[in-house]
């Protein structure tokens, strides 16, 4: 089983090379695919924990800042595996997914091993 919880941050980057843009801002949404059994309740995880963790392990590092200070290049599949690398400690994760538009998303399935 698979479930989601739907968060977000807001931030600013720019982009540089190939797709050349200055500084602007975006309202980043994540999506946090969980795996799992379901318990004897029938849940495979609170989503009410879970956005406490993003909050807790990722929103403060990234809300209200400037990208551009914190990666070499701050794009969505590179803010996809980071917010993996960051999350893969607290739950069995499935994918993350980040969407900086409604039509345009990167989605991070994990490492290859």
Request: net charge neutral; aromatic share 16%; with cysteine.
């Amino acid at each position: 089983m698979v479930v989601s919880r739907e968060v977000s941050f807001h931030a600013y980057h720019s982009h540089r090379g190939m797709l050349y843009e200055p500084n602007h801002s975006h309202e980043f949404f994540v999506v946090i695919g969980v795996k799992g059994e379901c318990n004897e309740e029938g849940f495979v995880c609170d989503y009410r924990a879970v956005k406490r963790t993003f909050n807790r392990v990722v929103k403060q590092k990234l809300h209200e800042k400037n990208l551009d200070l914190l990666f070499e290049f701050p794009t969505s599949e590179n803010l996809a595996k980071w917010i993996w690398g960051e999350l893969h400690f607290f739950y069995a994760l499935s994918f993350i997914e980040v969407r900086e538009k409604p039509h345009s998303k990167a989605v991070y399935l994990g490492p290859i091993v």
